[in-house]
């Protein structure tokens, strides 16, 4: 079975740039995660995907951090403009349901530095 | 608000030796637990979780964790580790309340040969 794909694996960009990550997950798998990881600290949930609707965003820095799910299979996870602050791995995640007890897959990862 | 705390940033065994790896968390309510493993180069991956039941719970590779409401904790622990368990290992609770997972800080665990 095909893991959890991300793109890219790395990106190094400076402030105030754009930046965009994709992300497929397992076939079959309604809900979508998207967290970052700041080195040195656990993962942090952004957003949560069930299906193509959004489950809980409120960890998302809005201002500049967007993020969707068409169709309910890809995602993408957007930041206009970056941060300094926004150097971290991005890791997407996916589960066949919300529910505690199904696991959550994840990718390899997005490295992103911002200069 | 919710949190899981990892005791040692750090920890450096040789091989044979025995390893506990300490996790609290703050959430009083229902909660369930898991131990997630980043080999290097690797994915973050799930070791074993705790739903109800037997409080022992048993994972891959010979690691098992002991949830001791009590105490608000759930340690880790193998009796004899290898080179091969070299990796970074993550505590996460997923509370009702919450409904999401929130990660310990991580421990990495370096094993000598």
């Known amino acids: 079975e095909a893991g959890v794909a991300q793109s890219p694996r790395y990106k190094i960009i400076e402030k105030r740039q754009s930046v965009a990550f994709w992300c497929n997950p397992i076939?079959?798998?309604?809900?979508l995660y998207w967290y970052q990881q700041i080195l040195g600290q656990g993962p942090k949930l952004l957003i949560q995907?069930?299906?193509?609707?959004?489950?809980?965003d409120s960890q998302l820095p809005k201002d500049r951090f967007s993020a969707e799910r068409l169709k309910g299979v890809d995602s993408t996870l957007k930041i206009q403009p970056a941060k300094l602050e926004d150097s971290a791995v991005y890791l997407c995640?996916?589960?066949?349901?919300?529910?505690?007890?199904?696991?959550?897959?994840f990718g390899p990862g997005t490295r992103l530095l911002v200069l | 608000a919710q949190s899981v705390s990892q005791h040692n940033h750090h920890v450096i065994l040789s091989e044979a030796a025995s390893l506990e790896l300490g996790c609290n968390y703050s959430?009083?309510?229902?909660?369930?637990l898991f131990w997630y493993v980043q080999y290097p180069g690797q994915h973050l991956q799930l070791l074993l979780k705790?739903?109800?039941?037997?409080?022992l719970v048993k994972g891959i590779k010979g690691f098992e964790a002991e949830f001791i409401k009590s105490k608000f904790s759930f340690n880790l622990r193998k009796p004899s580790v290898q080179w091969s368990d070299t990796a970074e290992y993550f505590c996460?609770?997923?509370?009702?309340?919450?409904?999401?997972?929130?990660f310990g800080q991580g421990t990495e665990l370096s094993v000598k040969p």
């Open positions: 995640a996916s589960s066949l349901g919300p529910e505690a007890w199904e696991t959550q897959y």
């Open positions: 076939s079959g798998h309604a809900t």
């Open positions: 995907f069930q299906n193509n609707g959004v489950v809980d």
């Open positions: 959430y009083g309510g229902t909660v369930n």
């Open positions: 705790y739903f109800s039941g037997d409080p």
């Open positions: 996460a609770v997923f509370s009702n309340q919450g409904g999401k997972l929130i």
